[in-house]
């Protein structure tokens, strides 16, 4: 019979240094994950789905404000009023503003967005804006998330269907689940070589629609801007399929508005002044006509590549500088404009509510006919201000602070 088998005490060192490499192991791997530098916290029980206010309000009183920087304008997602600054994320009681959920890493915020009832972060790593994480609007739960490289600052502007992240230098465009479905501009060229169309580009505005993202884009060689239209969801995502591009006859252009069929682009350098030139989807030159915008109104466009815009059904309303620019829905003409806006507004019980100065007043959406101003105190602020609605609670995005006011 063999002798039982002994363990030396080389045997026993050797174990015991497995054992502590492994654990050494665990730990750098606990210590450098995402779950380590992530709490979580979901809501108790779902938020309530809203329900539209019927009419809009005759009287305006705050309700409560909360730090939210990283919104561009009030986020509102499937019962809950998205918040984000810092590196943390809220979903907040509309009426109250009390926090029912959250959710917080070790990184910046570079943007916070409501997309398919649904909050989206974006975080900034060494690889920019590039860590992306979706939330549950009605109790916080994570959904999907994705990780890809990003210009260090950029805008997320969504169209139902897709949510495009736009940077100076590249974009990308995700379906519902977060994967890619469009990466356009800079790339890494030893996984995808010469797929992209042109390099060295300046990505200065973008919109969209389901069918096609539209991008103003500034490229080495141009005499001008050149705007292109895009697949927003081409059969490879690394390889854009363009449907049209061209060159525009000045530069300093912005997208406005994009329909099925056609876009309108803001001209603020053409001759004469500045207009709004509305192409077809395969770049043809449809139409061109001036606008009533003012010297500050342009000045007043920032590097941001999304313009405010609201949607009423008759027209789509963007907001450039001090003046809102009503464009009909069907052919993107001018149909009415008005001065001293703060920003973009919200459709509530039919009529257009727009923020102005120390009040919200009303618009009739088709013809621009100025209704009743409601007083607001703003506390101070004069800048910008971007609205929207939770129910029956009236939001303002007042730059880094958001505001909720009841009637």
């Known amino acids: 019979m063999l002798a039982p088998e002994r363990r030396s005490r080389r045997d026993l060192l050797a174990a015991t240094a497995i054992v502590v490499v492994v654990a050494v192991a665990a730990a750098v791997v606990w210590v450098r994950s995402d779950a380590r530098a992530t709490t979580s916290i979901t809501a108790a029980s779902p938020l309530s789905a809203l329900v539209p206010a019927a009419a809009s309000p005759t009287t305006l009183t705050p309700l409560w404000t909360a730090p939210s920087a990283a919104t561009r304008i009030p986020a509102v997602a499937a019962g809950a009023v998205v918040t ?12 109250t503003g009390a926090v029912v959920w959250s959710y917080t890493r070790d990184l910046a915020l570079c943007a916070v967005a409501a997309e398919w009832s649904r909050a989206v972060a974006v975080y900034r790593d060494g690889q920019g804006c590039s860590q992306v994480t979706s939330l549950e609007g009605a109790t916080g739960e994570r959904g999907p998330q994705r990780s890809s490289e990003a210009d260090d600052a950029v805008s ?16 990308e465009v ?6 890619r479905t469009l990466e356009y501009g800079r790339v890494d060229q030893l996984i995808s070589p010469g797929f992209q169309p042109r390099s060295g580009c300046t990505l200065r505005s973008a919109a969209s629609v389901p069918a096609r993202l539209t991008v103003v884009e500034t490229c080495p060689g141009d005499a001008a801007d050149r705007l292109t239209l895009l697949d927003p969801a081409p059969a490879d995502a690394a390889k854009p399929e363009i449907r049209a591009s061209v060159l525009l006859p000045s530069s300093g252009a912005r997208v406005l508005a994009v329909t099925a069929t056609e876009e309108a682009v803001l001209l603020p350098e053409a001759d004469g002044g500045p207009q709004v030139a509305v192409y077809s989807g395969s770049g043809v030159l449809v139409s061109q006509e001036p606008v ?4 500050a109104d342009l000045a007043a466009l920032t590097s941001s590549p999304v313009l ?3 949607a009423t059904g008759a027209v789509t309303v963007v907001t ?10 069907s052919d993107l003409a001018l149909r009415w404009s008005t001065a001293g806006v703060l920003g973009a507004g919200t459709l509530v019980g039919g009529a257009l509510l727009v923020p102005t100065d120390g009040a919200v007043t009303e618009l009739d959406p088709t013809t621009g006919t100025v209704g009743r101003a409601v007083p607001v105190d703003r506390g101070g602020w004069t ?5 929207a609605t939770a129910g029956p609670v009236l939001l303002e995005q007042r730059g880094p602070t958001l505001a909720a006011l009841g009637s």
């Open 174 to 179: 995700w379906r519902s689940d977060l994967v």
């Open 84 to 95: 984000g600054d810092g590196s943390g994320v809220q979903g907040r009681d509309p009426s």
């Open 383 to 387: 800048g910008p201000v971007q609205l």
């Open 320 to 329: 450039v500088g001090a003046t809102a620019l009503a464009l009909g829905s």
């Open 292 to 295: 009533p915008l003012t010297a």
């Open 156 to 171: 997320l502007t969504g169209d139902g269907t897709y949510l495009a992240s736009v940077g100076s230098t590249r974009l």
């Open 308 to 310: 405010p815009t609201v």
